[in-house]
């Protein structure tokens, strides 16, 4: 991270003010008037359109080159994780389950 | 049904957010802890957890951020993960609209996953209660997840700050995504639209400013409606 403590500010300014008003928007501003079904139907599938396509190449991605790589540690984290939680609906359980493989297995193979 | 006064309200509220607080309080301190390990300060990652209060939205943040991303493509990706909120506030309106500015301002503040779900679950349920008591029942579930967030953030900081920086932990934010992946996949429409977003990212990674995430994140978005809206006619 090469950001200087003014630009970590700014992101985390333009954040508050922007989470801010997508929440106070409908209550705020715009009334009791309802939303179309169409945007409450795009609305509701916003977090798991975003960070599949954010986390999946952090998994992919080869350390030292511009291309894939499938390291099967990495896989096996990500796997673990979605699987744990999967089963359990338990959210520590799941984060519990992926840095245990990444961290875990990965320092007794020395992976 | 008995009525309720705002007070017990309050406190039923209180009562009905307890078990959340299981998940928020170990959340925080991923957060902080992995926020101050990558080089915030702890004032700046109070500030994040205070001021933004979006797990989800702070994780994908601080990701791009490891990733030194344009500012804009940092802000941008993360208010995109809080766009349902917008429909969280339109489903509250009905409810809670007729409260002085001031105070919807309050609630427009905590309102997160958890109260959210919470407080329309109790509207639906009592539609009838007057306006004060809905209030009450709003910051009823909000008192105790602020109170456990805000002080989870704080110890999380703290202990960041004692962590060597040689022991990375970096890997811990793409398994903190999936966790909250696989919270996410209900219905083969999340799953469409987790598949597509993944898809695309990868196809569009090598595009300038990471804008192949917001395309990803578009494209999975209609996915996901567009399967919805498909499986509601077939049903």
Redesign the interface.
Known sequence: MSYSTAEIWLVIGLLAAGTFAIRFSFLGLIGDRDLPPVVLRLLRYTPVAILPGLAMPLVLAAPESAGWTADPLRLGAAAATLMAGWLTKNMLAAIGAGAFVFYGLGAVFGL | MSSSTPKTAFWNGTRDAAPML??IG??AI?FAVLATE????FA?TI??SL????G???F??L????E?AH?AL??T??????????????S???H??ALP?GQ??G???M?VDQTFALSVARYEARPEEPLAVKFAYFWGTAAPIFVVWAGSSVAGALAGGLIPPELSLE???????????????RTA??WC??????V???VL??MPYSL??LL??????????VA??AMGRRA
């Open positions: 299981v998940v170990p959340f991923v990558q080089g915030l300060s700046q500030g994040f001021l933004v209060i979006a989800s939205a702070q994908a943040a990701q791009l951020m490891i030194d500012v940092v802000v990706a993360a208010l995109a993960v809080n766009l349902r909120m917008a429909m969280y506030s339109a509250l309106a009905p809670l609209g500015v919807r301002m609630v427009a503040y309102n890997f811990t934010v793409p398994i903190t995504f999936f966790a909250l992946i696989s919270m996410m996949l429409a999340h639209a987790a598949v597509v977003s993944v695309v990212a990868l990674y090598d192949g995430l990803a994140g578009a494209a999975a978005m209609v996915t996901g409606a919805e809206t």
